[in-house]
Nanobody, 126 residues
Framework: VQLQASGGGLVQAGGSLRLSCAASGRTFSRYVMGWFRQAPGKEREFVAAIGWTGASRYYADSVKGRFTISRDNAKSTVALQMNGLKPEDTAVYYC????????????????????WGQGTQVTVSS
């Protein structure tokens, strides 16, 4: 599947951003979708995932209560609403699709995902 992410930018601490990711080339509604991020000098880390129906959602502890993942299967899009942004949220954010149909959104390992968007930069200034 091809993934195209957008919506990154520069924001002050406490501000909000909404990332979007458009998918094509696969039956979108059958796959768990996730967001990951990678800060300079750090490993890529799990941020959030949403089940193929949208009913199940999982978040990293560091973003729980501030970020919300959602999806629109009719439009083949997944979004990440980020509120209360902190300087430590600064990273390149990637949307990703799991490789197996009807997978588990609770699997936060990047190895469960085989399709990745190009990444969008989020910078939070203090």
């Amino acid at each position: 599947v091809q993934l195209q992410a957008s919506g990154g930018g520069l924001v002050q601490a406490g501000g909000s951003l909404r990332l979007s990711c458009a998918a094509s080339g696969r039956t979108f509604s059958r796959y768990v979708m996730g967001w990951f991020r990678q800060a300079p000098g750090k490993e890529r880390e799990f941020v959030a995932a949403i089940g193929w129906t949208g009913a199940s959602r999982y978040y990293a502890d560091s973003v729980k209560g501030r970020f919300t993942i959602s999806r629109d299967n009719a439009k083949s899009t997944v979004a990440l609403q980020m509120n209360g942004l902190k300087p430590e949220d600064t990273a390149v954010y990637y949307c990703a699709a799991q490789k197996d149909m009807y997978g588990s959104a609770s699997d936060g390992s990047s190895f469960a995902y085989d399709s990745w968007g190009q990444g969008t930069q989020v910078t939070v200034s203090s």
